[in-house]
């Protein structure tokens, strides 16, 4: 309500001020006189707004100040559309009741990396490329970091997940818990980074990044064979290496060229399907 004594501001004027502060003193004007048009659409100066930079900064402020640390942060199975979930439950079972029935194509050749990697008898430490990006996109995409993120906290193993889209680490983010560690920026590089400081072999590759074009598969292709020249100083015998999307098209799909690498080294290929896992001699 306004003051007594003061005279209240036309709508007009409150609009304007409230484009300046998404627009600007330069925009807002022509902002609000396309408003007061009745033709313009609202939607068409949302979108306009939406995307300049002084409404950017606003929005971070928001978002971004007063933050709390919270140091334990659990994964939100609802996220991915998982009702029935039980958290406590061994891996193992998550696995065959909540997992494997959602996953469609990719529920072999999980069971198969799964099991694998819990017969290692130790806590597994996982890096994985190509985030989760699309939450509840079990068939389409195979929720692969909700599923690490679950084994790594089942068995106080880690999990780093590399990804070079924003919007993919913000979904990963907000299924996972802190037992994932998730890395923005392209695959190749941090992998090599990431090589050149970590002191230990890693248990599991998990190969799913750059998206598979199935009638040009060759840059896809060569992406992950960079990525596992880049990961190459993390990867020793006993490693599983996967790769998704690999019986798509008739060549190898994402693995065309990784497949060539593995077959010249005799890796052991513990399954060929949809995905194809190997372990490297
Ligand atoms: C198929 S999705 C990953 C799906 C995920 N593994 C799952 O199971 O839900 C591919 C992801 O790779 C990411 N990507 C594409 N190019 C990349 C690059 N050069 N480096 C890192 N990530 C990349 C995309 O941002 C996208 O989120």
Request: aromatic share 8%; net charge negative.
């Amino acid at each position: 309500m306004a003051k007594q004594g003061k005279k209240p501001k036309p709508l007009e004027a409150k609009m304007l001020e409230l484009l300046r502060q998404f627009a600007g003193d330069r925009k807002a004007k022509a902002m609000l006189a396309r408003l007061l048009d009745d033709d313009a659409p609202a939607s068409r100066v949302a979108e306009e707004v939406a995307r300049l930079p002084a409404f950017e900064r606003l929005y971070k402020v928001a978002r971004t100040t007063n933050i709390g640390v919270d140091s334990v942060r659990d994964a939100d199975p609802a996220f991915v559309g998982l009702v029935d979930y039980d958290a406590e439950a061994p891996f193992r079972e998550q696995f065959a009741r909540s997992f494997r029935p959602r996953l469609a194509a990719r529920a072999e050749g999980f069971e198969v990396l799964f099991q694998a990697l819990q017969g290692l008898g130790r806590s597994p430490f996982m890096v994985e490329t190509g985030c989760l990006r699309i939450p509840d996109n079990w068939e389409g995409d195979g929720q692969s970091t909700f599923m690490f993120d679950a084994l790594a906290r089942d068995t106080g193993g880690a999990l780093f997940s590399i990804d070079v889209g924003a919007e993919s680490i913000d979904t990963a983010r907000k299924a996972c818990s802190s037992a994932t560690q998730l890395i923005e920026n392209d695959s190749v590089a941090a992998l090599h980074a990431l090589a050149s400081i970590a002191s230990r072999r890693i248990d599991l590759l998990y190969l799913d990044s750059f998206d598979l074009d199935a009638s040009n598969p060759l840059p896809s292709a060569i992406h992950h064979a960079l990525e596992l020249t880049a990961a190459r100083p993390l990867v020793g015998s006993g490693t599983l290496v996967c790769i998704d999307d690999y019986s798509v098209g008739s060549v190898g799909g994402k693995g065309m060229i990784v497949d060539k690498f593995m077959a010249a080294i005799r890796a052991e290929v513990l399954y060929s399907g949809y995905q194809k896992l190997w372990r490297i001699p």
